[in-house]
């Protein structure tokens, strides 16, 4: 909230200065906006107030033309990086009216799992050695994105030694942390280039 007061002013000069303080925050206004047009009008989330933190200065621009321009650029980055990048913004889960007895109220949602699952083929396409089993690829990176589940339980059930295991979840998460961060760095750059980042200072 600090943070929002204190960027008050520059939010004044948002056209001349760019929009986002960083690349992590255009992804993130983008994903919040494309998946809140479902629930309510863009601008009424948009309204909501300083807490989302994304929203400054988009009030009174065209935020679905700012969104629009965010994922055309972040199109332009390598799609791994892309996919990365996007799979750290998701919603993990969504409500479920399935009304089973077994039910949670809740379910995965399933972009992120596709996004997962995808991640899963990657990380098995680029290491050496390639870690086992997709199911056990997957809840390594559940749990990188922050999903509760343990690597190490699943790797325990597909007849996964430990300290084998415990090797290909560092080498996992490292594939996936290198990914993110020069994902990041691209974006930042496309973004800088069309004056859509705040300088800084
Ligand atoms: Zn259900």
Same mark, same amino acid.
């Given at each position: 909230m600090t943070e929002h007061n204190a960027n008050h002013k520059v939010t004044m000069n948002a056209t001349q200065t760019g929009i986002f303080k960083s690349a992590q925050e255009a992804i993130m206004f983008a994903c919040n906006f494309s998946s809140q047009q479902y629930a309510m009008s863009p601008m009424a989330k948009l309204l909501q107030g300083p807490s989302r933190g994304s929203g400054r200065g988009l009030v009174g621009l065209d935020g679905a033309g700012q969104a629009g321009m965010v994922f055309a650029e972040l199109q332009r980055?390598?799609?791994w990086q892309l996919a990365v990048l996007i799979t750290g913004k998701l919603a993990r889960s969504e409500r479920c009216d399935c009304r089973r007895? /077994?039910? @949670?109220?809740w379910k995965l949602n399933p972009i992120f799992e596709e996004a997962v699952n995808q991640l899963a083929d990657y990380v098995a396409l680029t290491l050496t050695p390639v870690p086992p089993v997709k199911e056990f690829?997957?809840?390594v990176i559940m749990k990188y994105f922050g999903e509760k589940t343990d690597p190490l339980e699943v790797a325990k059930h597909?007849?996964?030694?430990k300290a084998a295991a415990e090797r290909h979840i560092t080498a996992?998460?490292? /594939?996936? @942390?290198d990914l993110e961060k020069n994902g990041?760095?691209?974006?930042?750059?496309r973004l800088d280039d069309i004056g859509m980042l705040m300088r800084a200072g």
């Open positions: 980055i390598d799609y007895s /077994c039910c @949670r109220g690829r997957v809840a597909l007849e996964i030694k996992i998460r490292k /594939c996936i @942390r990041l760095t691209a974006f930042s750059e």
